[in-house]
């Protein structure tokens, strides 16, 4: 049974950094990855999305990397912003057309 | 091009009483899935539709239930409503299936149960 866990569960740094955001799943046999936002009471924006083929994806100050063999995926942040903050979450496709999610890293930076 | 649209954005019921919460998908989405999330909790899947039938349920009781329309729009019905159903229900909507598909999700909809 896949599971999906981020660690950390929540990361507080000052503006300007760069960071990185946890994501690691059990089994190797993925359709693909996903990385969403959300914003408190709010639905979820998608960020990213890894095909099991690929080995990362970028937009804007975003790269998200997916290392199938070793069951992980980064989210790099590069030079933080205080609208940056939000819960970031990973979800794992797999071939039964199901969603796995993490619970997610709640990330707040500090101005 | 409109996102996904969920109605009603609050919703208020007495315990007992029925919920009945609308989504309608982005234009040429065929697939629907329901959430729940409760208050500091994860996302807890509970209805997957695709082309009028449903796919897939996720481990909730029978009183949660829906539909999906010929117009691919959803609904969810949840009965005999318990003070631990309160909580913000997120409904997305991709091309059939996950694989390969962005899942795109809409605004929730909040269900308070007193």
């Known amino acids: ?28 046999a993925i359709y693909n990855l996903q990385w969403f936002r959300q914003d408190p009471g709010k639905g979820l924006t998608s960020l990213l999305l890894i095909q099991s083929s690929q080995r990362e994806q970028t937009s804007g100050r975003l790269n998200a990397s997916l290392d199938k063999s070793s069951g992980r995926s980064t989210l790099y942040i590069a030079a933080s912003q205080p609208g940056d903050s939000a819960t970031y979450l990973c979800a794992v496709g797999d071939s039964n057309y199901q969603l796995i999610w993490g619970a ?3 990330l707040i930076i500090k101005p | 091009e409109a996102g996904v649209t969920q109605s009603p954005t609050h919703l208020i019921k007495t315990r007992g009483q029925q919920a009945t919460l609308r989504c309608s998908p982005i234009s040429g989405h065929t ?10 909790l994860g996302l807890q899947f509970l209805l997957w539709y695709d082309e ?19 117009n691919y729009s959803s609904e969810l019905n949840v009965n005999a409503l318990e003070l631990e159903d309160s909580a913000l229900y997120l409904c997305a909507s991709s091309l059939r299936g996950y694989s390969g598909n962005t899942i795109y999700f809409g605004e929730g909809s909040w269900l308070t149960v007193v």
């Open chain 1, 104 to 106: 997610g890293t709640k």
């Open chain 2, 52 to 70: 009028g039938e449903e796919r897939n349920r996720g481990n909730f009781p029978p009183r949660f239930s829906g539909r999906q329309f010929p």
């Open chain 1, 1 to 28: 049974k896949q599971e999906v866990t981020q660690i950390p569960a929540a990361l507080s740094v000052p503006e300007g950094e760069n960071l990185v955001l946890n994501c690691s799943f059990t089994d190797s």
């Open chain 2, 31 to 40: 697939s629907v899935y329901w959430y729940q999330q409760a208050l500091g």
